[in-house]
């Protein structure tokens, strides 16, 4: 192998492992006058009055997620339920809900 080999493979190692062992994180904030109920996939959601927020960490390694707010919606105690806007069918999604229509 030649050392401008060597150099590119060990950059690329480096920069794969640099990808694998960071992770990101967001604080999510309602500056809205109502409640909504953040979304994240993977993640899960929560519950947001006015002015609260949620960090939220994403895993290193993780490749595609997505972040969404939802409103009026109503869970049952076991995080079953229904949102207007955003749906996904849980308090804590799975999956990455329905699109939010105007």
């Given amino acids: 192998m030649n050392k401008f080999t060597q ?5 690329f190692t480096s920069l794969y492992l640099i990808t694998l062992t960071n992770a ?3 604080d999510i904030i309602n ?3 109502y409640t909504v109920w953040a ?3 993977p993640g899960g959601g929560r519950r947001l009055d006015r002015g ?3 960090t939220l960490n994403v895993a ?3 490749t595609g997620a997505r972040i969404w707010g939802r ?3 109503n869970f049952d105690a076991n995080g079953q339920g229904q949102c207007q806007t955003g749906d996904c069918g849980r308090l804590e ?3 990455y809900g329905s699109p939010n229509l105007p």
């Avoid at 150099?7 to 950059?11: D, Q």
């Fill in 71 to 73: 409103t009026n919606c």
């Fill in 24 to 26: 990101a994180t967001f």
């Fill in 39 to 41: 979304a994240a996939s």
């Fill in 52 to 54: 609260q927020s949620w």
């Fill in 7 to 11: 150099t590119c493979a060990l950059f």
């Fill in 60 to 62: 290193p390694g993780t």
């Fill in 93 to 95: 999604c799975q999956g």
């Fill in 31 to 33: 500056q809205c006058t």
